[in-house]
């Protein structure tokens, strides 16, 4: 992929992408809110991470890695649309492959009309899990799941007016694997990251990396952003029926709409056994998620700035029915151009390692060091 652009006219919203080969595509539209989905074989993508504003009847456009062997392009859309032509180019004089979507306005009804209900993934189409060998009883280092936010055609936050050089899911996944090299140094530590490149991953299917691996402590890492581009710092969140604040509230529903917009909103969830058990199971998790965050905060103030209150809680999907304890680290915001700096350099990433190593050291004696 080597190119995309809009061109506008008075009724129209032509949306065109350049390829050095011709793929096969699939067209589809989901609403609530309204988008349009691209679905082609894997490419490389030459036009930069992420996504880009839109233009016409576009919002804005994501674009990355569904999964293995499926690349995914989503318009988000200003208006309900129908897609008036689709159909590809082949390469002319300065111009190589082209795929040309048109777009003509329409009424939401016909554009509900329009809806194909997302293919239901089969198991064997997902990305693969990592096999569970170890189990919680056979280890002789605690395990601890690191989950790098977003990924994909899901490129999480991307600042505000170039605040950052990079989107969220770049930012958290560099930081990620510096974090997962500073608890593996010490030796006390294994740890599985839910994603080691750029590629999209359900919120059930990180977690369930942490479930099936009968992990000790799963740490989710994402940036913040906000409309205020002073705001600076770091934010520990656990799990919560009921937000601490309205910001908390805000960034739960930001986060959480990761699976909405991938498109996978129709998939059924499956049946969970409900029981005493499970709730007392919670409680205790909860219990050891919140002390988790009091160390992670005292150790994080050593080498970052801190919002204020920065333990908080919210409702967050991807901490959800997990019997691991959790948290969701916000290690500051893209949207403020020092921090978004600040988060891509190896040695910021570094501190915070070091600072999580500490934390998770405390957590452990504190919580586990009965023998
Ligand atoms: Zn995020």
């Not at 349009?36 to 804005?60: C, L, M, S, T, Y």
């Not at 649309?81 to 040309?100: A, I």
């Not at 150790?299 to 304890?325: E, F, I, M, W, Y």
Request: net charge positive; aromatic share 6%; proline share 5%.
């Amino acid at each position: 992929m080597t190119a995309a652009r809009i061109g506008v006219d008075k009724h129209r919203t032509r949306f065109v992408l350049e390829l050095s080969d011709k793929v096969e595509f699939s067209i589809f539209t989901l609403a609530d809110p309204n988008r349009i989905v691209i679905d082609i074989a894997e490419v490389d993508w030459k036009i930069g991470p992420g996504g880009a504003e839109g233009d016409g009847f576009i919002e804005r456009y994501r674009y990355g890695l569904f999964k293995p062997g499926t690349s995914r392009i989503v318009l988000d859309l200003k208006y309900p649309v129908k897609v008036d032509k689709s159909f590809f180019l082949p390469p002319k004089k300065n111009y190589p492959y082209r795929f040309v979507l048109d777009l003509k306005k329409t009424s939401q009804t016909d554009f509900a009309g329009n809806i194909r209900k997302p293919r239901k993934m089969t198991l064997a189409s997902r990305p693969p899990e990592p096999v569970v060998e170890s189990t919680r009883s056979g280890r002789t280092k605690k395990l601890i799941v690191l989950d790098p936010g977003h990924g994909g055609h899901d490129p999480g936050n991307l600042g505000k007016n170039g605040s950052s050089a990079f989107p969220e899911k770049t930012v958290a996944l560099t930081a990620a694997q510096t974090i997962k090299r500073e608890l593996e140094r010490t030796g006390r530590y294994e740890v599985i990251l839910t994603r080691s490149r750029d590629i999209y991953v359900k919120h059930r299917a990180r977690s369930g990396v942490a479930h099936s691996h009968q992990a000790d402590l799963f740490i989710s890492v994402h940036c913040d952003s906000i409309a205020d581009s002073r705001v600076r710092g770091a934010t520990v969140y656990t799990l919560s029926e009921k937000a601490s604040d309205r910001e908390a509230a805000a960034l739960a529903a930001r986060e959480n709409k990761s699976d909405i917009i991938a498109g996978m909103d129709l998939e059924a969830e499956p049946d969970e056994v409900q029981g005493i058990l499970i709730e007392l199971l919670q409680r205790e998790t909860m219990n050891l998620s919140s002390s988790f965050a009091t160390e992670l905060v005292g150790q994080l103030k050593s080498s970052t700035l801190l919002r204020t209150r920065p333990h908080r809680t919210a409702n967050l999907l991807v901490l959800k029915g997990l019997d691991v304890p959790s948290v969701l680290l916000e290690l500051g915001y893209l949207t403020n151009k020092t921090d978004a700096a600040l988060l891509m350099q190896k040695e910021t990433q570094q501190k915070i390692g070091r600072s999580i190593v500490r934390a998770v050291d405390h957590y452990f004696q504190k919580n586990f060091a009965s023998n």
